[in-house]
């Protein structure tokens, strides 16, 4: 998706529902023209069910003239930063440490600290989430945790659009999207840590018959 308003105040999201910033609304629009101008044409359009990834899919797709369907999911929501977010990322390094904070950001196994169920943050009280079980309401998330749930969904939704010949569009974020790269790419934790995925800028990959990975590319 493109900048969000919390990306802007460099602040830890996660499942909070913000805004895109202007600049985000600029990158989503750029965006749309570039795969337009490039010739990308598309079948189905997956989502996120927070409001940064549908606005930017909105501006894409309006940009390109397409009109097709799309799903949502939480399962391609941004990881769960717990009790993390809100809070400032440089004031976050500051109280706990630059090491500590990395691990929390980069690490694929190390999560942070823990929402409690009573706290405002937590995603039972979202109207949005009020059909999932206990079980699927995270107080927390590492990366393999948000492996986990893109992949259940790439598996049981996402692949079959694919093995029908289909042109998909993913508009997810960050976290969501690393871990789908590690997964089609089979990147070990340690090489996905410092994979970096820029806002606002359309990575194309090209599959085999086996939804394999033959090349990726930034559009």
Not at 81 to 108: C, F, I, M, P
Not at 130 to 138: A, H, I, R, V
Request: glycine share 6%; aromatic share 8%; charged share 35%.
């Amino acid at each position: 998706h493109g900048q969000s308003v919390w990306n802007l105040e460099n602040k830890f999201t996660g499942w909070t529902d913000v805004e895109l910033s202007s600049k985000g609304i600029e990158e989503a629009i750029s965006a749309g023209r570039t795969l337009k101008e490039k010739g990308y044409h598309f079948d189905v359009a997956y989502t996120s069910v927070l409001k940064r990834a549908n606005d930017t899919l909105d501006y894409i797709l309006k940009e390109m003239g397409e009109d097709i369907p799309i799903h949502y999911s939480y399962k391609l929501n941004e990881r769960h930063y717990g009790a993390l977010q809100g809070l400032n990322k440089d004031e976050t390094r500051a109280k706990y440490g630059e090491e500590q904070v990395h691990l929390w950001r980069r690490s694929a196994t190390v999560r942070p600290p823990e929402l409690t169920e009573d706290d405002p943050r937590y995603p039972g009280k979202d109207p949005k989430y009020k059909d999932l079980t206990k079980e699927e309401l995270p107080l927390t998330e590492n990366l393999i945790d948000t492996v986990k749930r893109v992949i259940e969904y790439w598996n049981s939704d996402i692949k079959k659009d694919l093995e029908e010949g289909k042109d998909v569009i993913i508009v997810a974020h960050g976290n969501s999207l690393r871990g789908l790269i590690k997964y089609l790419d089979q990147l070990s934790d340690e090489e996905v840590m410092n994979l970096e995925i820029a806002t606002g800028t359309p990575i194309c990959y090209e599959l085999d018959e086996n939804l394999k990975p033959m090349k990726h590319y930034e559009v």
